[in-house]
């Protein structure tokens, strides 16, 4: 049986279809489709509104998804939800009435600590870790979550991702060094300021958002001889970040050709995965494609986590 979710981040916004199977309790990607919509850059920096226009883009790529899933048999309306987007708006109340009229779908706008728990149940569907760090990346926000035995310890939401981080501190395609100290200075007073991680530290975490697999990408580029390997280590990705600080113009070449959708905006959200793990210790990151959309599908479409 086929079902729908709709992922409104706030770099990205994405249409999948899970084919479902009941008795054995188990799911797999069917059809997906993605568009890059960068919904974060239509909040005014003034009044932290979403703009008009922004809103009109976002329904305009909602209307088209639901014209595609209309097209499947036995599938219906897909379920929604929405991220930092629309939550890091001051008007984000007014924005999914307008789109929920507009667009005839309800959108569910889930909150920080909720996003992190669908991640890391999204995550934990690919990954053994038992005892970690999840660090997930998204356009808006960036969910860091502990977990010890299986089970969450705490998560913080952090107010920047990849695509406001570049919005907020750089002014050229890719970060110069001193931008990239201020990225970092900000994850870290974040994280420094959360007493329930005082003293938590781990070897390897896991990493969800189009950030870790774009590094990955990069990665593969400058260090081939590293492409057999799953996992990214803290060196790899120092290797990058200097590979960008000592030659940007070439690094924007390979970044332009192994990761186009995201010229702007993987390296300040790889500089934020950097600052989290040298926070905690971390020496490696799991890449994993399950995230958010595969929680949000088992916790509130299929009601799989009880």
């Known amino acids: 049986m086929l079902y729908g979710v709709i992922d409104i981040g706030s770099n990205t916004v994405r249409l999948t279809l899970f084919d479902v199977d009941h008795d054995s309790h188990t799911f797999s990607t069917f ?34 998804y639901l014209e595609c899933a209309a097209k499947f048999r036995n599938l219906e309306t897909p379920r929604a939800f ?38 890391y149940m999204g995550a934990m569907l690919q990954s053994k870790l038992t005892t970690g760090l999840q660090i997930d990346v998204g356009g808006g926000s960036t969910e860091v979550t502990t977990f010890r035995n299986g089970k969450l310890l705490h998560s913080i ?16 395609l890719l970060p110069a060094p001193v931008e990239m100290d201020r990225i970092r200075s900000e994850v870290r007073a974040a994280i420094e300021a959360t007493p329930q991680f005082k003293g938590f530290s781990c070897q390897t975490a896991s990493g969800v ?3 870790v697999r774009a590094a990955r990408r990069l990665r593969d580029a400058w260090m081939p001889e590293c492409a057999s390997q799953p996992n990214l280590t803290i060196d790899q990705i120092d290797e990058v970040i ?10 924007t070449r390979t970044i ?8 702007h905006t993987c390296i300040p959200g790889l500089v934020d995965v950097q600052t989290v793990m040298k ?15 595969e929680g949000y599908l088992l916790r509130h479409v299929l009601k799989w986590d009880k």
């Open 31 to 64: 059809f997906k489709l993605k568009t890059m919509a960068g919904l974060v850059s239509y909040i005014d920096p003034k009044t932290s509104n979403m703009s008009d226009e922004g809103v009109a883009k976002l329904v305009k790529v909602l209307k088209g």
């Open 82 to 119: 929405a991220t930092a987007g629309i939550r890091n708006a001051k008007n984000a109340e007014k924005v999914i009435q307008r789109v929920e009229r507009e667009c005839g779908i309800s959108i569910d706008l889930i909150s920080g600590s909720e996003e992190a728990r669908l991640g």
């Open 157 to 172: 939401s952090i107010s920047q991702g990849s695509l406001s981080l570049f919005e907020t501190y750089v002014h050229e």
């Open 209 to 211: 958002g189009g950030t």
């Open 242 to 251: 200097r590979n960008v600080c000592y030659d940007p113009y070439n690094a």
């Open 256 to 263: 332009l050709r192994v990761a186009p959708e995201r010229a």
């Open 279 to 293: 926070c905690f210790g971390v020496q490696e990151i799991e890449v994993h494609d399950a995230g958010v959309r």
